[in-house]
């Protein structure tokens, strides 16, 4: 039987909701991408170009740092990975859990809240953080039902 895990970051809590119905109809694992540093709301201010937020996502080059967590990836066959959509993409926040961790092999099935904009280059950009993965764009989940959650983790 394939072994699943839930990993998220959410700045908000919105996309943690989302995870934890993802996780109970997955009978999954779930697991919390922190930052090291919490994002504030004024962090989060996408109208101020001077925002961490901003800065992050002007600058992909940027790795926000992630509390410790030391996952054991090997005893997992299926990653589903949620996030909020920023500018279109993932936050840098992503890319920074997906270089800790070898993916090599593993499927990697992406979900995301999202105030109105779609996936974009996600994958794109997200694929040279975990070299030898699948990522597939899954869904987008903006205020799913448990019902819409499960259906679609049927679908996986």
Do not use: C
């Not at 992050?56 to 967590?69: Q, Y």
Request: proline share 4%; charged share 25%; aromatic share 10%.
């Amino acid at each position: 039987m394939k072994k699943t895990l839930v990993a998220f970051f959410s700045a908000s809590g919105t996309t943690k909701k989302i995870a934890e119905m993802i996780a109970e109809a997955a009978n999954a694992d779930l697991h919390e991408i922190a930052p090291k540093v919490l994002y504030t709301k004024d962090d989060l201010n996408w109208m101020n170009k001077k925002s961490r937020s901003s800065i992050e996502m002007s600058d992909k080059s940027i790795r926000p740092e992630i509390a410790d967590s030391n996952l054991d990836m090997e005893s997992y066959d299926e990653i589903i990975l949620g996030f909020p959509i920023w500018w279109y993409v993932a936050p840098t926040i992503i890319n920074t859990f997906l270089e800790k961790y070898d993916f090599t092999g593993r499927k990697i099935v992406l979900f995301a809240t999202s105030g109105g904009s779609g996936f974009g280059n996600t994958v794109k950009e997200l694929q040279p953080s975990a070299p030898g993965a699948e990522i597939v764009e899954g869904k987008l989940l903006n205020r799913a039902n448990k019902q819409e959650i499960e259906n679609w983790v049927k679908e996986l």
